[in-house]
């Protein structure tokens, strides 16, 4: 399976860090967050990936390379100057991910998830993961019912910008033109597409200054 991993944000939340640096390639103990997450997706048997690139990255590319040293191969799917959001990311990177289902993972999460374990069930069009509420989104996204995502009421739980995805939800956008994500799944959750899971173990978004105040500063 490939993944595609998402890294064209300007990382706004982070400035001025991320005024000379992309936000996937801050460091924890001397390690990038997308370096961290390249080596879990290896250890866990997915070895062709796809980066989106689009602030500063030449960095990435640079950094990385063909993903020779992380023992996986690594394509860019570059979106210029003008980055195209999440899912107008994946539509463009969709000729570089072929025709099966495809991970998608935000390039600057904290985790330990085991990516091996995700798979699509009959009647899933997708499935993502879902955490506890951060406190910069005490609100949460989605509420979770017997592996299913809805938007109704109950307990609400947050997006952990992980999931498994089948081409054909991106197929039908309109290419090269900036989307995000959240909408359509709302759509899908409401459609009764959308598979899922809850996962309470490490999990930060590392784009908000309040993740990083338990770590040194991240050069």
Same mark, same amino acid.
Do not use: C
């Given at each position: ?16 860090? !991320? ?16 370096? &961290? ?54 539509? &463009?990177?969709?000729?570089? @991910? ?12 904290? !985790?330990?998830?085991?990516?091996? !374990?995700?798979? @699509? ?34 307990? &609400? ?29 709302? &759509? ?32």
């Amino acid at each position: 399976m490939k993944v595609l991993l998402l890294a064209a944000g300007r990382g706004t939340r982070l400035r001025p860090w !991320t005024d000379r640096i992309p936000k996937p390639l801050l460091e924890i103990g001397g390690q990038s967050l997308m370096a &961290r997450q390249i080596r879990t997706l290896a250890s866990a048997g997915f070895r062709d990936l796809v980066i989106n690139l689009s602030y500063r990255g030449d960095q990435i590319r640079s950094a990385l390379g063909d993903g020779e040293g992380f023992g996986v191969r690594i394509r860019y799917s570059d979106e210029g100057s003008r980055p195209l959001e999440t899912a107008g990311g994946i539509r &463009r990177a969709l000729p570089w @991910l072929g025709p099966g289902p495809f991970l998608v993972v935000n390039a600057d999460l904290l !985790t330990d998830f085991p990516y091996a !374990t995700l798979n @699509l069930d009959a009647g899933e069009a997708a499935h993502i993961v879902l955490v506890p509420n951060p406190p910069h989104h005490p609100e949460g996204d989605f509420t979770l019912s017997e592996g299913w995502v809805g938007g109704g009421d109950g307990p &609400r739980y947050t997006f952990a910008g992980i999931g498994l995805y089948r081409p054909v939800l991106f197929e039908s956008l309109e290419a090269e033109r900036p989307l995000p994500l959240a909408p359509w799944l709302m &759509r899908w959750a409401f459609e009764g597409v959308l598979g899922g899971r809850f996962y309470d173990g490490l999990w930060r978004d590392m784009g908000t200054p309040d993740a990083w105040k338990d770590f040194a500063s991240p050069f």
